[in-house]
């Protein structure tokens, strides 16, 4: 579905990733950012997020933490990021990035807690009591009282492989009056994740159980005495989930695969407000037992590919792919059909940058019929040509 979308929304971006390839602009296992296409999405995702009240903190590891791209959505009124980990942390402070959020879903390693706060983070989030005392522990050292988030979690709730952590709402009234009694931190609010995810009819994205979950850790958390500032909500963050969220209670969230349409309902039969941004391309490596076999590297195994975008010497055709398989390494990924060797090919699905071994190429002036090709990037964000 998203090969749909994309060829729907964005057939610019398709059009200039096969010139690109061709022409040996880009490589094989590049990911294509529309740096316009992006710029209208986060508009539209400032301008709805104001409409409901709510504050908005970017995450960049879908896209790489690519400077010019977080600097463009930072222009359109978010500039406050979320890092997941110390090393995005470093990645977005180094290019000049407010950290608005640290710590979740990664703790902050023993040794990393002083250059964390260095970096003045708005809010952290902990995972349980001992994070929280680390935590208090440093700010003393540097005279700073550190603003934290707690996760929670209950049973029923999602909870993704190797992704584990929070605390029991039956626990956290403990937790909430130990962290209380902690002279260098204060307790602000409360973040789960996922919170959105789609239904169970694959058309729509509801709040999940985390997310109720998350809202009675906000009741349990005032009647603690606790002042809460915070409630964050990520995971599926889009335009459409915004209303369900302001009316949950939520005052944060963090949009990421809403800057490049790669949100969940682009899968849908009725998508979003957001339109497709981004395009993976690779071209055709050899042939095996009748298929084209695709170079790899940038490939993520949660991507559930079943199309691909095929170039011709004059224009393109679809053909069925299949689906990378999440337990290998990606060294190819295979067409369901026989290409020649060299030939160009496009896809799209829902990835994460930061944890996919490709290049990140990012253009802009597509719709003025004047592309201009910014950079490649590593997913770090630095900068390779």
């Given at each position: 579905?998203?090969?749909?979308?994309?060829?729907?929304?964005?057939?610019?971006?398709?059009?200039?990733?096969?010139?690109?390839?061709?022409?040996?602009?880009?490589?094989?296992?590049?990911?294509?950012?529309?740096?316009?296409?992006?710029?209208?999405?986060?508009?539209?995702?400032?301008?709805?997020?104001?409409?409901?009240?709510?504050?908005?903190?970017?995450?960049?590891?879908?896209?790489?933490?690519?400077?010019?791209?977080?600097?463009?959505?930072?222009?359109?009124?978010?500039?406050?990021?979320?890092?997941?980990?110390?090393?995005?942390?470093?990645?977005?402070?180094?290019?000049?990035?407010?950290?608005?959020?640290?710590?979740?879903?990664?703790?902050?390693?023993?040794?990393?807690?002083?250059?964390?706060?260095?970096?003045?983070?708005?809010?952290?989030?902990?995972?349980?009591?001992?994070?929280?005392?680390?935590?208090?522990?440093?700010?003393?050292?540097?005279?700073?009282?550190?603003?934290?988030?707690?996760?929670?979690?209950?049973?029923?709730?999602?909870?993704?492989?190797?992704?584990?952590?929070?605390?029991?709402?039956?626990?956290?009234?403990?937790?909430?009056?130990?962290?209380?009694?902690?002279?260098?931190?204060?307790?602000?609010?409360?973040?789960?994740?996922?919170?959105?995810?789609?239904?169970?009819?694959?058309?729509?994205?509801?709040?999940?159980?985390?997310?109720?979950?998350?809202?009675?850790?906000?009741?349990?958390?005032?009647?603690?005495?606790?002042?809460?500032?915070?409630?964050?909500?990520?995971?599926?963050?889009?335009?459409?989930?915004?209303?369900?969220?302001?009316?949950?209670?939520?005052?944060?969230?963090?949009?990421?695969?809403?800057?490049?349409?790669?949100?969940?309902?682009?899968?849908?039969?009725?998508?979003?407000?957001?339109?497709?941004?981004?395009?993976?391309?690779?071209?055709?490596?050899?042939?095996?037992?009748?298929?084209?076999?695709?170079?790899?590297?940038?490939?993520?195994?949660?991507?559930?590919?079943?199309?691909?975008?095929?170039?011709?010497?004059?224009?393109?055709?679809?053909?069925?792919?299949?689906?990378?398989?999440?337990?290998?390494?990606?060294?190819?990924?295979?067409?369901?059909?026989?290409?020649?060797?060299?030939?160009?090919v496009l896809y799209a699905f829902r990835t994460q940058l930061f944890v996919v071994n490709a290049s990140i190429a990012v253009v802009e002036g597509l719709r003025t019929g004047a592309p201009r090709m910014l950079g490649i990037f590593d997913k770090y964000g630095n900068q390779l040509n």
């Amino acid at each position: 579905m998203f090969v749909d979308a994309l060829l729907q929304q964005n057939l610019d971006l398709v059009e200039w990733s096969i010139y690109a390839h061709r022409t040996g602009r880009i490589l094989p296992n590049t990911y294509v950012l529309d740096l316009d296409a992006i710029r209208r999405n986060a508009s539209v995702i400032k301008e709805t997020a104001d409409n409901f009240g709510l504050q908005l903190y970017m995450m960049t590891k879908q896209i790489g933490r690519i400077p010019v791209v977080c600097k463009t959505i930072a222009e359109c009124g978010i500039p406050r990021a979320v890092a997941v980990s110390i090393d995005e942390a470093r990645a977005l402070h180094r290019q000049g990035f407010v950290i608005g959020h640290l710590g979740h879903l990664m703790q902050i390693p023993e040794w990393c807690v002083d250059e964390a706060l260095a970096m003045d983070p708005e809010v952290i989030t902990v995972m349980d009591i001992e994070n929280a005392k680390k935590i208090s522990r440093h700010a003393n050292k540097s005279g700073r009282r550190q603003q934290l988030l707690l996760r929670v979690t209950e049973v029923g709730d999602t909870i993704y492989p190797q992704q584990y952590g929070g605390v029991s709402l039956e626990q956290l009234p403990m937790v909430i009056e130990e962290i209380q009694q902690l002279e260098h931190v204060e307790l602000v609010g409360f973040t789960a994740f996922p919170c959105f995810a789609l239904g169970l009819d694959s058309e729509r994205v509801e709040p999940t159980h985390n997310f109720h979950t998350l809202r009675k850790a906000v009741d349990i958390g005032r009647n603690c005495g606790c002042r809460v500032q915070q409630v964050n909500a990520p995971g599926g963050n889009d335009c459409a989930t915004f209303s369900l969220a302001a009316g949950g209670g939520v005052t944060h969230l963090e949009p990421g695969h809403a800057f490049t349409g790669t949100t969940y309902r682009s899968a849908t039969s009725t998508p979003g407000v957001e339109i497709m941004a981004m395009a993976y391309v690779t071209e055709v490596s050899h042939k095996w037992n009748g298929k084209s076999c695709v170079f790899g590297g940038g490939f993520y195994g949660r991507a559930k590919i079943h199309r691909a975008i095929v170039a011709q010497e004059s224009g393109y055709h679809l053909v069925n792919a299949e689906n990378v398989q999440p337990g290998n390494i990606d060294y190819y990924a295979q067409l369901e059909c026989s290409e020649p060797v060299g030939t160009g090919v496009l896809y799209a699905f829902r990835t994460q940058l930061f944890v996919v071994n490709a290049s990140i190429a990012v253009v802009e002036g597509l719709r003025t019929g004047a592309p201009r090709m910014l950079g490649i990037f590593d997913k770090y964000g630095n900068q390779l040509n």
